[in-house]
């Protein structure tokens, strides 16, 4: 189930232009997300929520090239859901990010006190500077964008940080509200390591 309370239209039901993309991600994932069909009760919507979606997160679709990686980018959306207390998109896009990351348990310590992370002085001035617009973004300053200077992001990076904790703010409060939960196929997601082939002992 979707969510608690708004119902979820059935796929053949939705406009063909977003059926297509919503196929296509089903293609890929061999699932489809609840937040694509949730979303797609209000077409109009749909289409501004993804486009803004795909502009911030897959920056080359739209001609532009960031300075963040998919993993930044995933565990920007990752830590700052979990300060939202968002748990559709804490489980979802932390499996996203473990899979970017290579890194299984990843996901889980962002969530909880990125601090104590297993991720690099970049990455923890990244997340210092995402937390900082997610939680008091009025008192962002000069002395916030020197931090992210010492570690080599620019303005642009700086407006990636924030406008990618600014999109998921919407998306984080969207999915609480309706009651959304998590795909079931989230939550094992590039936790154990592909099992490699057995070498033929023969």
């Given at each position: ?5 708004y ?15 919503i ?70 896009h ?20 990125y ?13 210092d ?23 080599g ?12 904790t600014?999109?998921f ?23 154990v ?10």
């Amino acid at each position: 189930m979707t969510t608690s309370r708004y119902p979820v239209p059935e796929l053949n039901d939705v406009p063909e232009d977003i059926r297509a993309k919503i196929l296509e991600v089903q293609d890929k994932a061999g699932f489809v997300p609840n937040v694509f069909l949730a979303f797609a009760r209000r077409p109009a919507e749909w289409r501004a929520f993804f486009a803004y979606h795909d502009a911030l997160m897959l920056p080359e679709s739209v001609g532009r090239k960031s300075g963040l990686t998919k993993g930044d980018r995933e565990m920007i959306v990752t830590t700052t859901s979990a300060a939202n207390n968002c748990l559709y998109c804490v489980v979802a896009h932390g499996a996203i990010l473990r899979i970017y990351e290579k890194k299984p348990l990843l996901a889980d310590q962002v969530a909880i006190n990125y601090r104590k992370a297993d991720i690099s002085p970049r990455q923890r001035a990244m997340l210092d500077f995402a937390m900082k617009v997610c939680q008091h973004s009025d008192e962002i300053d000069d002395a916030d964008f020197a931090a992210l200077d010492a570690q080599g992001f620019n303005d642009e990076d700086a407006w990636d940080i924030a406008a990618i904790t600014a999109f998921f703010g919407l998306s984080n409060r969207m999915a609480s509200f309706s009651g959304m939960m998590p795909n079931p196929e989230f939550y094992l997601m590039g936790r154990v390591p592909k099992s490699k082939p057995a070498l033929n002992q023969g």
